[in-house]
C-alpha cells in the first residue's frame, strides 16, 4: 500500500516569512495529492490539491509543487500570518474521481511567532 | 446545509463495552469515510464505502464494523471496545459524480476507553 512520509513535524517561522512543508510517496500510481489544515479542536479542511499532470498549482499565499520523478510534493506558505498557525497534512491516493483511499502524513505542526 | 454531522461529540466507555459513531452528510455525496486520529499518527482511514449498500476495509479496520444505512449515513460500531481504541474519529464524505475529490470532515467525535 501506499505510505507517505511528512517532514519537518514541527516548525516555527516568523511571522511574514515563508513556511515550507514536505512530503514523499511511495506508490507510483499516486495521482492525487490534497493537503489539509487543521486548527485546534477542529476538523481538517482542505487547502489545496494537485494532481499528477500538473508540477505546480497556486492558491494566493499557498502553492504546491509536484515532481512525479522523485515522487515528492511540497506546500509553501508565503507571507505567514499568525491564523497560518495550525497542523498541515498531506496526503496522497489514486483517484478516479470518487472512492480516494487517502493516505495522510503524520502532520506538520506551524507556529507562526508575531 | 449542515454538512457532515457526527454524534456524539465526545464518549467514554469502558472496556469492553459496545457503541455506535453516528454521521450523516446532506451534500448528496457518494462516498463516506472514517478515519481516527492519533497523536503523531496522522488521520487513518478505518472503513470507506463508495455508494449506498457497498463498504471496504481501509488501513485499520480491526475491532470495527461499519453500516451504509442510506447515502446519507454512515455509521460505526465498536461491539467490544478497547483501550487502543481510544481516538479522535472523524466521519468524511466526498462527491463522485461532481469530479471533485475534495473530502468534508465532520467534527469528530471523541472516544475514551478506560
Known amino acids: 500500500g501506499e505510505n507517505v512520509e511528512q517532514h519537518p513535524s514541527t516548525l516555527s517561522v516568523q511571522e511574514g516569512d515563508s513556511a515550507v512543508i514536505k512530503c514523499t510517496y511511495s506508490?507510483?500510481?499516486?495521482?492525487?495529492f490534497p493537503w489539509y489544515k487543521q486548527e485546534l479542536g477542529k476538523r481538517p479542511q482542505l487547502i489545496i490539491d494537485?494532481?499528477?499532470?500538473?508540477g505546480e498549482k497556486k492558491d494566493q499565499r499557498i502553492a504546491v509543487t509536484l515532481n512525479k520523478t522523485a515522487k515528492h510534493f511540497s506546500l509553501h506558505i508565503t507571507e505567514t500570518q499568525p491564523e497560518d498557525s495550525a497542523v498541515y497534512f498531506c496526503a496522497a491516493s489514486w483517484s478516479n474521481f470518487g472512492n480516494e483511499k487517502l493516505t495522510f502524513g503524520t502532520g506538520t505542526r506551524l507556529t507562526i511567532i508575531p | 446545509n449542515a454538512g457532515v454531522t457526527q454524534t456524539p461529540k465526545f464518549q467514554v466507555l469502558k472496556t469492553g463495552q459496545s457503541m455506535t459513531l453516528q454521521c450523516a452528510q446532506d451534500?448528496?455525496?457518494?462516498?463516506m469515510y472514517w478515519y481516527r486520529q492519533d497523536p503523531g499518527m496522522g488521520l487513518r482511514l478505518i472503513y470507506y464505502s463508495a455508494s449506498e449498500g457497498t463498504t471496504d476495509k481501509g488501513e485499520v479496520p480491526n475491532g470495527y464494523n461499519v453500516s451504509r444505512l442510506n447515502k446519507r449515513e454512515f455509521s460505526l460500531r465498536l461491539e467490544s471496545a478497547a483501550p487502543s481504541q481510544t481516538s479522535v474519529y472523524f466521519c468524511a464524505s466526498s462527491d463522485v459524480s461532481g469530479g471533485h475529490d475534495e473530502q468534508f470532515f465532520g467534527p469528530g467525535t471523541r472516544l475514551t476507553v478506560l
Open positions: 506508490d507510483s500510481a499516486s495521482n492525487y
Open positions: 451534500m448528496n455525496h457518494n462516498s
Open positions: 494537485i494532481r499528477s499532470n500538473v
